[in-house]
């Protein structure tokens, strides 16, 4: 079973950025899909952006034009780019395939 480490969160202000990193253990970037979700407090969790094994790319309509997905099949990481962010952008984030379960995710928490 593939597991999947997910770093880069913190605490930034309002307009700040942040980068997270997604760590298969195995090297799966280069045959599946993959995506990025989030889950706010109270809240379910919610598709934030996808990234087909040929690299199409797919935003929900609150990330499109802020964030960027990525990968780099070479170091065998996934990436999420957030610019711009906002205090509604609060939550734990959580990257997946079909190929491995739900990792512990990283917080990411905007406030001034």
């Known amino acids: 079973q593939v597991q999947l480490v997910e770093s880069g969160g913190g605490s930034v202000q309002p307009g700040g950025s942040l980068r997270l990193s997604c760590t298969p253990s195995?090297?799966?970037?280069?045959?599946?899909?993959m995506a990025w979700y989030r889950q706010a407090p109270g809240k379910q969790r919610e598709l934030v952006a996808t990234?087909?094994?040929?690299?199409?790319?797919n935003y929900a309509d609150s990330a499109k034009g802020r964030f960027t997905i990525s990968r780099d099949n070479d170091k065998n990481k996934m990436y999420l780019q957030m610019n711009s962010l906002k205090p509604e952008d609060t939550a734990v984030y959580y990257c997946?395939?079909?190929?491995?379960?739900w990792g512990q995710g990283t917080q990411v928490t905007v406030s001034s």
């Open positions: 997946k395939t079909p190929l491995a379960n």
């Open positions: 195995r090297n799966i970037l280069s045959i599946s899909p």
């Open positions: 990234i087909t094994s040929s690299g199409n790319t």
